[in-house]
């Protein structure tokens, strides 16, 4: 399958970067990072499977960077959008699906006793911290490095995914006033949040963070880190704030307090959740919820304003009720989590066997692939892994019709349609790359 046809990709990336700037509409989907060119253009998806404008097919793990768990145009999820489409797809009223929706987040993740829909996760993690000062009267952020939020001002600071991938962590256009009030440490130890807590505690209105990390690669918690950050910000009097826009039903049908892995879920309870990605079914979505009392601070309850004319529209909302039902199907998540396992321990045996140091951070169902021989447990040690041989290794799959995230940083996700099939062939496709990467 080598040097595939990409002919009409490169002739619409050439036609888009003079309309649209860089030519993407999300800079994540650019292929900078991996050698440059034309990133490939797709024209339908169905299943595990993608298909590009030049009619090539791909196993696709990139999976829209986490919300396609079920797959591309799921029968069920296709049904509720259609039926959206067919009923209106926005009212600018309430509706009885955004009840239904709230419901089924409320069930599956405890700590949310009141729930708002929003449009993205950056929209979800900033109401939060609107929230959050709302609430405790302070300014200040506290934020792990490497962990990506979306794009709002303040979490733009030491920002994984994206921002690392093209080299700016640190955006240009936020004003000094505003990055001064984000303090960033590091991930999976607690005496840098101990320090920031000592010296600005009773300024932080909360500490923010990935519970499972998925924007430096996959990164879990080390044992007690998420008990001792509650506990921190708890005495300092700060709010815990879980970006869950990727882990809430990545894993499991729940949130990452809610994950059987962790003994205890009342010592890593947060105060306030941001989700995204899955709970809108491949639609545009997010919400945010948490206690009761500081949810009590959004308008038109509270003093924080936050609104949305398409927050909670039917088509998005519709669209996550249904892939929350496929979610709940017995058995869904040990099959992703088996492909998973099958696939990663096939990955890691076909580099070793060739000679190619490779760290793969396993977490149920997904993973990341790290170029280097070092574990990769804080964004320190994810920069330090070899991005030249990840982009050689993506080019490599690419070319056998597997398709990764563009980036060093992002994740491999099953879904629910990927298949053992699937898995032998990416295997393959793996076996044969490597062995080109030893000849370099
Ligand atoms: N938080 C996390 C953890 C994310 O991974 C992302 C997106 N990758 C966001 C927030 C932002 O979500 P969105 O792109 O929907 O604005």
Redesign the pocket.
């Known amino acids: 399958m080598a040097n595939i046809n990409r002919e009409k990709s490169t002739r619409l990336y050439e036609e888009a970067q003079q309309h649209i700037v860089g030519g993407v509409n ?1 800079p ?1 989907r650019s292929f900078k990072a991996v050698g440059g060119g034309a990133p490939v253009f797709m024209e339908r998806g169905e299943g595990a499977y993608f298909w590009d404008v030049d009619g090539n097919k791909y196993i696709d793990y990139l999976a829209a ?2 919300p396609i768990i079920t797959g591309h145009a799921h029968p069920h999820v296709t049904d509720a959008i259609v039926r959206a489409a067919r009923t209106g797809t926005l009212f600018g009223t309430a509706t009885e699906h955004e009840i239904r929706l709230a419901e089924a987040l409320k069930t599956a993740i405890p700590s949310m006793d009141k729930v708002r829909f929003v449009n ?6 900033m109401t939060t911290i609107r929230a959050a000062r709302a609430f405790t009267g302070r300014n200040k952020i506290i934020k792990f490095a490497g ?5 709002a001002d303040l979490v733009l600071v030491a920002a994984g ?2 921002p690392s991938t093209l080299g700016i962590p640190d955006s240009a256009g936020i004003p000094p006033s505003i990055a001064s009030e984000v303090i960033t440490v590091p991930f999976n130890e607690l005496d840098g949040l101990r320090q920031a807590l000592e010296r600005w505690g009773d300024e932080v209105a909360a500490v923010m963070v ?1 519970p499972i990390v ?2 430096f690669g996959m990164v879990m918690p080390k044992p007690g880190f998420l008990e001792g950050l509650c506990k921190l910000a708890r005495d300092a009097g700060a709010l815990v704030i879980y ?5 809430a039903f990545r894993f499991h049908y729940g949130s990452t307090q809610t994950l059987p892995l962790f003994p205890d879920h009342e010592a890593i309870r947060p105060d306030l959740t ?1 989700l ?2 899955i709970i809108g079914g491949g639609l ?1 979505i ?1 919400a945010y919820g948490g206690r009761a009392d500081i949810m009590a601070m959004i308008a038109p309850l509270g003093p924080a304003y936050q609104a949305g004319t398409m927050a909670g529209n039917p088509a998005s909302v519709l669209a996550g009720i249904a892939c929350l039902e496929v979610l709940r199907e017995p058995g869904v998540y040990d099959r992703m989590e088996a492909l998973a396992t099958r696939l990663a321990d096939g990955l890691q045996a076909s580099a070793d066997r060739n000679g190619i140091p490779l760290t793969i951070n396993r977490i149920l169902g997904a993973f990341s692939t790290h170029f280097c021989a070092h574990p990769v447990t804080d964004y320190e040690e994810a920069q330090g892994s070899d991005g030249e041989r990840f982009a050689r290794f993506f080019r490599l799959m690419l070319e056998r019709g597997i398709y990764l995230a563009p980036s060093k940083y992002e994740a491999w996700f099953l879904t629910t349609a990927h298949s053992d099939a699937d898995i032998d062939q990416t295997l393959e496709a793996a076996e044969q790359s490597f062995r080109e990467m030893a000849k370099d």
């Open positions: 999300s994540s960077f986490g993205s996760g950056t929209e979800a993690v962990c990506y939020h979306g794009h995914s994206g990935e998925g924007n970006d869950e826009v990727i882990s941001a995204g990605k545009p997010g």
